[in-house]
């Protein structure tokens, strides 16, 4: 059934474009409620559907640690530089940037990333 008024599982009425009831199993025909056009549906309940979902329509948990992952690579990118000495090699500045992970009341935590030897820490604030 290829016919320009049936888009995936809806039927609009060919006459006046309005949607239509969906058939029941044992109806043949479907009248519509704008114009009472009559529209014949038998061999209707062997169309093959197949509906595909956005990247973003269902998020789940999973989905939303990849995206804070993807952010915080964002964020790397963005470091501002401090004076603080890496605990590592001793270097003098390390980049940072904060993001807040824990409920709104508590503080934010600090990401450290020494830019000379690639030593990273966190410190909650």
Do not use: W
């Not at 963005?78 to 590592?88: F, S, V």
Request: glycine letters at 6%.
């Amino acid at each position: 059934m290829a016919e320009s008024n049936i888009i995936g599982s809806l039927i609009f009425c060919p006459e006046c474009g309005s949607l239509m009831d969906t058939p029941g199993a044992s109806d043949d025909l479907m009248i519509c409620i704008q114009c009472s056009h009559a529209y014949n549906t038998a061999g209707y309940e062997n169309t093959k559907v197949v509906t595909a979902s956005s990247e973003h329509a269902f998020q789940s948990a999973l989905k939303a640690k990849r995206h804070l992952v993807q952010q915080d690579q964002q964020a790397t990118e963005a470091e501002a530089m401090i004076k603080e000495k890496c605990p590592n090699c001793g270097n003098p500045e390390m980049a940072y940037h904060t993001m807040q992970l824990r409920s709104a009341d508590e503080g934010q935590t600090v990401f450290y990333n020494c830019k000379k030897c690639g030593y990273k820490y966190s410190v909650n604030n």
